[in-house]
């Protein structure tokens, strides 16, 4: 199977070395995707409106966000009632986000924005077949999330990815599929316990699991604490299924998930932001397996790899055109960035997407062959400000690592509206809550706002909820909004206030 595995690497290497060639060159490759992704501008109804007609009249493109392009994305119509398109290719599926703000959003998908996804997949894999790990049995479980009937009856019937193969090009699908690790009757399982359940079975069947891709590291570790939880019930489904040995692990008290998947070799996830310690946690539970970053990798578009000798994030430099705006409101093209500086990025890809703010902040962490390479920093700036104490994120962050919770895995500050405070969700800690809620508050009041509104009694005494269910009911929550659960983003500042069924159902659990 080793064989097999490089042999598959021999047939991404031409991917990998146009990619390279690239590197070399930032601002020539740059230059030809930006022409390309002009040209399908120019042929859509969208540049037409905006009278380009070649890339010296990039400059008259609007920088959009999700809401402004969202009436021709939902099919904006003429006076004829013709539709009007973002591009001349036929839409394949629209596929949805679920982003960090809530929002469910639907991203047309061509051909061509599935081959961007495509391309930086052949170079992931190829890199880590020649620089990762020795992998042997090549067995992968990429993440499946499952789905509910959407509440925008517009997109009911259209075709929604299933798993993170499904970004792929078909024959890369057909090729990998063998060696996928997948639950039975996936198709029917519309009830979350179920999932969690079928998934779990088919995870501990999987004993050459050798790779996790997933997008949230909560997602994993939502099952791994459903296994744990429920060990007795799974032993006995299991038996005559796997090896006793690997049933005499699953009934230890405290399951060691190393020596249950003792082949796994690689974990693929968001490691970044509010998502580093989840990975940390999984990190902890695998010492002995690489846990990769994700990077800058959105349903909008493919934005960076992660290299093993880069020692960093490549931006996908031949695929998508990057623009980026620094805190001064000065604009900047990939070869013109400073190691060190800050941005946020402004992408144009191949589905339709022309200078659209993603929303992302990035730190130059480094040059690598000529490219810069990106350090995912969160989102834009985010304020939550319930009665004048407008709380940044940026000063949340600061605060929440001097409380020392290294033991924590997950942690988001959430706005309650009624009576206005805040509450700090955490899945586990050591202090007690009510310390913790004191050195909050003392420390949140560092804030000269958050200060004043506390002395006024505008704002009640923050508190702290602890519970390792915490994620998945924040998940549950958003998926029966539309959002899907393998990509669910947890703030680590929430900017609007909760809901006061979810409040409850996270009160419950204490």
């Not at 979350?192 to 590291?217: D, N, R, V």
């Not at 310690?277 to 959105?298: C, E």
């Not at 929550?477 to 947890?490: C, F, L």
């Not at 979810?502 to 009160?507: A, D, H, I, S, T």
């Amino acid at each position: 199977m080793r064989q097999f595995i490089q042999l598959f690497g021999q047939l991404l290497a031409p991917s990998f070395r146009r990619f390279y060639q690239a590197l070399d060159n930032p601002q020539s490759a740059q230059q030809l995707v930006q022409i390309e992704i002009c040209d399908r501008l120019i042929q859509s109804e969208y540049g037409k409106s905006l009278n380009i007609r070649s890339v010296a009249d990039w400059h008259q493109v609007p920088i959009v966000d999700y809401d402004q392009l969202k009436p021709w994305i939902l099919g904006k119509q003429n006076s004829k009632q013709k539709r009007i398109s973002l591009t001349p290719e036929p839409i394949l599926f629209y596929e949805k986000t679920s982003g960090s703000s809530g929002a469910v959003k639907w991203i047309p998908y061509t051909r061509s924005l599935r081959k961007s996804f495509n391309q930086m997949f052949c170079v992931w894999a190829h890199d880590l077949i020649q620089n990762g790990p020795k992998f042997s049995t090549g067995k992968l479980y990429a993440c499946i999330s499952p789905q509910l009937d959407s509440l925008d009856s517009k997109f009911n019937n259209s075709l929604s990815l299933q798993n993170d193969l499904d970004y792929l090009d078909n024959w890369l699908r057909w090729f990998l599929h063998p060696w996928l690790v997948m639950p039975e009757k996936l198709e029917s399982l519309q009830n979350y316990q179920q999932f969690k359940h079928q998934l779990s079975l088919a995870l501990l069947q999987a004993e050459q699991l050798e790779i996790i891709s997933i997008w949230s590291p909560s997602f994993l570790q939502t099952h791994l604490n459903y296994i744990q939880e429920n060990q007795e019930l799974l032993s006995k489904e299991l038996q005559k299924k796997i090896s006793n040995e690997r049933l005499q692990l699953l009934t230890e008290p405290q399951i060691s998930w190393q020596k249950l998947w003792s082949n796994l070799k690689l974990i693929s996830c968001w490691d970044a932001a509010n998502s580093g310690d989840g990975a940390k946690g999984l990190q902890l539970q695998f010492p002995n397996v690489f846990v990769q970053g994700k990077g800058l990798l959105a349903t909008e578009a493919p934005m960076t790899i992660p290299l093993i000798e880069a020692n960093g994030y490549v931006p996908v430099l031949d695929e998508v055109f990057f623009e980026f705006e620094d805190d001064q409101g000065c604009f900047y093209q990939l070869h013109e960035l400073s190691v060190g500086q800050k941005y946020t990025i402004i992408l144009s890809q191949k589905g339709g997407l022309y200078r659209y703010r993603i929303g992302d902040r990035i730190r130059v962490s480094g040059i690598y062959h000529h490219t810069p390479c990106f350090e995912f920093l969160g989102r834009q700036e985010s304020i939550s400000d319930l009665v004048g104490e407008k709380l940044q994120e940026s000063f949340v962050c600061q605060i929440l690592e001097r409380l020392n919770i290294p033991e924590t895995c997950f942690k988001s500050l959430v706005p309650v509206a009624n009576p206005p405070h805040y509450i700090l969700l955490l899945d586990q800690v050591v202090e007690s809550p009510q310390i913790l809620a004191k050195n909050l508050d003392i420390a949140l009041s560092q804030s000269i706002q958050y200060q004043r509104a506390r002395l006024l009694d505008q704002l009640a005494p923050p508190q702290v909820f602890i519970s390792p269910k915490i994620p998945e009911l924040l998940a549950l929550y958003r998926v029966r909004s539309g959002s899907i659960w393998g990509g669910v983003k947890y703030p680590i500042l929430a900017t609007s206030p909760i809901n006061a069924d979810l409040f409850n159902q996270l009160k419950f659990q204490l």
